[in-house]
Nanobody, 115 residues
Framework: QVQLVESGGGVVQSGGSLRLSCAAS????????MAWYRQAPGNERELVAS???????RYADFVKGRFTISRDNAKNTVYLQMGSLKPDDTAVYLC?????????WGRGTQVTVSS
C-alpha cells in the first residue's frame, strides 16, 4: 500500500524558514514524479513545486526564489525548503506522487506563518 507522510510543518514568523519532508513507502520511489501542493481554507489546491523522476523542477511563480524542492531517492523522500515565508504561505502542504497517470496524496502538514 502506497503511503506518503508529510512532516516538518509548524508555526513560524514572517520571514522565517521551514523544511518539509514527504516520506514515501510501498512504491518504487525513483520512477515517480513528485510534487508539493498547498491548500488554504476557502481556496483551491494549488501546485507549489514539482520534481520529475529525472530531476526536472518547476515552481509556481509565487514561490520562485524562496522555495527549493529536492528529492533523495535513497531515502524515498522529497523535500521542500521554504524561506522568506509570508502570511500568505499559510496552508496545508500536501505531497503528491504520480507515475503514468496513477497518483495519490499524503494527508498534509500545516504551515502557519504569523505576521
Amino acid at each position: 500500500q502506497v503511503q506518503l507522510v508529510e512532516s516538518g510543518g509548524g508555526v513560524v514568523q514572517s520571514g522565517g524558514s521551514l523544511r518539509l519532508s514527504c516520506a514515501a513507502s510501498g512504491m518504487v520511489f525513483i520512477i515517480h514524479d513528485m510534487a508539493w501542493y498547498r491548500q488554504a481554507p476557502g481556496n483551491e489546491r494549488e501546485l507549489v513545486a514539482s520534481i520529475t523522476s529525472s530531476g526536472s523542477i518547476r515552481y509556481a511563480d509565487f514561490v520562485k526564489g524562496r522555495f527549493t524542492i529536492s528529492r533523495d531517492n535513497a531515502k524515498n523522500t522529497v523535500y521542500l525548503q521554504m524561506g522568506s515565508l509570508k502570511p500568505d504561505d499559510t496552508a496545508v502542504y500536501l505531497c503528491r506522487r504520480n507515475f503514468r497517470a496513477v497518483s495519490s496524496w499524503g494527508r498534509g502538514t500545516q504551515v502557519t506563518v504569523s505576521s
